[in-house]
């Protein structure tokens, strides 16, 4: 089944104590990406990816890294979390950067 | 940076009632994408648009991409309970900003049996 899935589902931390949410595609796609959604704002980008070792800044970068070694795999790394971060996170991938995006199924991230 | 203003914020109508949402901008988009997020999970594409003028049906819903390509609606027909959900309007920019996905702030729509 083509498919974006996401690790964990559900993580509850504490502040400046590194975590890091994987993002996996089998659908060969060319374009990752990550957001954030909070309530009143919608859905923000984080970051993404245009291929492998090819990442770009979004609207909301500050506080997250991601990395991407390979095509399949775009995991989201907070080296600090803080409670500014706690967000319902959203992994994406698309054939190519025009092309409707695939959502995966979320990660509920709280930061105390 | 580029915006989407998505309407109504809300919708609360009896099953079997049409629903009819938007999206504009003050920018142009190459592509209008229409999601439905249910609680807990993830969006999910409903329709894709490509070309200005554009109207696609995927079973009750009818999307078009607007002539100026600045907007673009979705419309419902005879809603159903499981119709329930977040709709979200996405659009892909033009120039620095292809590729880079915009969303409306969502539509909640609330279905009455």
Redesign the interface.
Known sequence: EAQVTQNPRYLITVTGKKLTVTCSQNMNHEYMSWYRQDPGLGLRQIYYSMNVEVTDKGDVPEGYKVSRKEKRNFPLILESPSPNQTSLYFCASSRDRGDEQYFGPGTRLTVT | ?QQLNQSPQSMFIQEGEDVSMNCTSSSIF??W?W?KQDP??????LI?LYKAGELTSNGRLTAQFGITRKDSFLNISASIPSDVGIY?C?G?GVGTS????T????TILTVHP
């Open positions: 940076g190459n592509t994408l999601y807990g999970e993830g969006p999910v594409l894709a979200f996405a892909h292809y590729g880079k996905l969303f409306g702030q969502g």
